[in-house]
């Protein structure tokens, strides 16, 4: 499979847990985005990643989030001491360094409920 | 003002209709844009790259307005497999990072 993979596809979690996430970009890619969307909403910037390095997050990125790429290959991200209102589908894409001429791969999202 | 609007619908029509969305953008350096298309529940998948002179692709026409700032979609003789919720990304900022900046996506509901 040479698409974007993320893990898990459903995550339920009691609210204050921390939970993590899982993606797996293409692997020519080196650009790597983490998305967050609400219903009724479209996909929200979270941050993003060149290689290993973090080069943007959004206002949206509380400190209970926290992402990493630590071998510029795969990403996690973290979200602690959850909240009900974290509960979103986290989409991941990823893009090849250069003109953005055919958009992102996103993968298919880990749904997040927190109860 | 929001970055990038749309209107969100639903639009609900008729299989073999022609319908339009539009999408406005507010920051006038925006330089790539793009329309997605998302199922229910599923992730969002690019349906086209939007050109300066306009491209199409089958039953699909993108434009881009640079003037007026939006870009347009135009399905002709709609599907009900075109149902779907549509959402606009732009590259609002110069340089690098390609971080994509999407609207909140129009529905579209095509009925028999």
């Known amino acids: 499979d040479t698409g974007v993979s993320q893990d898990p596809r459903h995550k339920i979690t009691k609210r204050g847990q921390n939970v993590t996430f899982r993606c797996d970009p293409i692997s020519e890619h080196n650009r790597l985005y983490w998305y967050r969307q609400t219903l009724g909403q479209g996909p929200e910037f979270l941050t993003y990643?060149?290689?290993?390095?973090?080069?943007?997050k959004s206002r949206l990125l509380s400190d209970r989030f926290s992402a990493e790429r630590p071998k510029g290959s795969f990403s996690t991200l973290e979200i602690q001491r959850t909240e009900q209102g974290d509960s979103a589908m986290y989409l991941c894409?990823?893009?090849?360094?250069?003109?953005?001429?055919?958009?992102?791969?996103f993968g298919s999202g880990t749904r997040l409920t927190v109860v | 003002r929001k970055e990038v609007e749309q209107d969100p619908g639903p639009f609900n029509v008729p299989e073999g209709a022609t319908v339009a969305f539009n999408c406005t953008y507010s920051?006038?350096?925006?330089?790539?844009f793009f329309w997605y298309r998302q199922d229910c529940r599923k992730e969002p998948k690019l349906l086209m790259s939007?050109?300066?002179s306009g491209n199409e692709d089958g039953r699909f026409t993108a434009q881009l307005n640079r003037a007026s700032q939006y870009i347009s979609l135009l399905i002709r003789d709609s599907k009900l497999s075109d149902s779907a919720t549509y959402l606009c990304a732009v590259k609002v900022q110069k340089g690098g990072g390609n971080k994509l900046t999407f609207g909140t996506g129009t529905q579209l509901k095509v009925e028999l």
């Open positions: 894409a990823s893009s090849s360094q250069g003109t953005l001429v055919n958009g992102y791969t």
């Open positions: 920051n006038s350096a925006s330089q790539s």
């Open positions: 939007v050109y300066s």
């Open positions: 990643f060149q290689n290993e390095a973090q080069l943007e």
